[in-house]
């Protein structure tokens, strides 16, 4: 039986519309760098963190100029009022892993996030083995008063992947880390990488399905991008790594579109990392391009989000 689909003016069921519908209005992100560290990175887990990470931390934005957190929020609401004429918003806490630090200092961290009226949800992103049931009690403390989410960077679901990759941890840790997220009415968005070495279409399209089973809330695309500082950047250079052409990535993305449950958000369809110092693929710099090219092949698919969920 396929979920009923949500109204929408795409083929796909946006984050921002799903916001829209519950505020009234649109909801702008925040994007928030508090300082976090990841036990990938610091030697706690291994060393050298994900191939494909650079220094940055998949920070999309400039970093915060040493402000506060409550600084920060206040830059950004100042900057996407004038801008944008933006009236809510969601602090958004995106480089690292930011539940990697204790209780008590995420409790105050988190506090300095919601330092506005207008500000109606929070994102956390992090990583499938920072969490425990006392970090998630926190984070579910605020559930009743705002949009609440926890962004867990899976990338895939295959171990042999997050191996290769060094990500640290494997399938079977994100699926508890899960569990307990959603046993306390926390929204789960769960990043995916489409593109990874190694891996086929059927892989990605495997990961997306068992996602979709799961009923994950939301999902991030990204396309494996290539940056100065990683190992995954010394590969590329010495030819050891293909990255997905343009028609590959579109034709791949409407396919997990195809595959997941109608009203699972999609946080977004063309992650690509800050422009300035990525290598490649170039053709990804085209974001709203891309985002056409997706539009057009599905609606030449005559096709739509969940159009094969009933079929899994």
């Not at 209005?25 to 050298?48: E, H, M, Q, W």
């Not at 399938?171 to 190694?198: M, S, W």
């Not at 950047?233 to 997990?256: Q, W």
Request: include cysteine; hydrophobic fraction near 35%; aromatic fraction near 12%.
């Amino acid at each position: 039986m396929k979920y009923p689909r949500p109204v929408t003016n795409k083929r796909y069921y946006q984050f921002s519309e799903y916001l829209k519908n519950k505020f009234g209005k649109k909801v702008y992100k925040i994007t928030l760098d508090a300082g976090f560290s990841c036990p990938n990175r610091d030697g706690k887990i291994s060393s050298g963190g994900c191939i494909f990470c650079d220094d940055g931390g998949s920070f999309s934005r400039a970093h915060s100029k040493l402000l506060s957190v409550q600084e920060q929020v206040q830059e950004g609401i100042h900057n996407l009022s004038t801008r944008f004429k933006a009236q809510k918003f969601m602090s958004y806490f995106q480089a690292y892993s930011n539940t990697y630090k204790p209780v008590d200092e995420l409790k105050n961290i988190y506090d300095a996030s919601l330092c506005h009226p207008d500000i109606v949800g929070i994102s956390i992103g992090t990583r499938p083995d920072c969490v425990d049931e006392t970090k998630l009690d926190l984070i579910a403390s605020y559930t009743n008063n705002y949009e609440t989410w926890v962004e867990y960077g899976l990338q895939s679901m295959h171990d042999k992947t997050l191996r290769f990759i060094n990500r640290g941890h494997d399938f079977e840790t994100f699926v508890k880390a899960y569990n307990l997220t959603k046993q306390r009415g926390i929204n789960v968005g769960v990043h995916v990488i489409l593109g990874l070495p190694g891996e086929t279409k059927e892989d990605m399209l495997t990961t997306i399905k068992t996602l979709a089973e799961m009923g994950v809330d939301g999902v991030k695309f990204h396309c494996l991008c290539i940056f100065p500082n990683t190992k995954l950047y010394d590969m590329y250079e010495a030819g050891e790594i293909k990255l997905l052409e343009e028609d590959e990535y579109v034709d791949i993305a409407c396919d997990c579109i195809e595959l997941l449950p109608s009203d699972t958000t999609i946080h977004r369809l063309g992650g690509n990392g800050l422009q300035a110092i990525k290598v490649a693929p170039k053709w990804l710099n085209k974001k709203f391009e891309i985002l056409n090219k997706i539009d057009f092949e599905l609606e030449k698919r005559n096709s739509y989000q969940g159009f094969y969920f009933n079929y899994l």
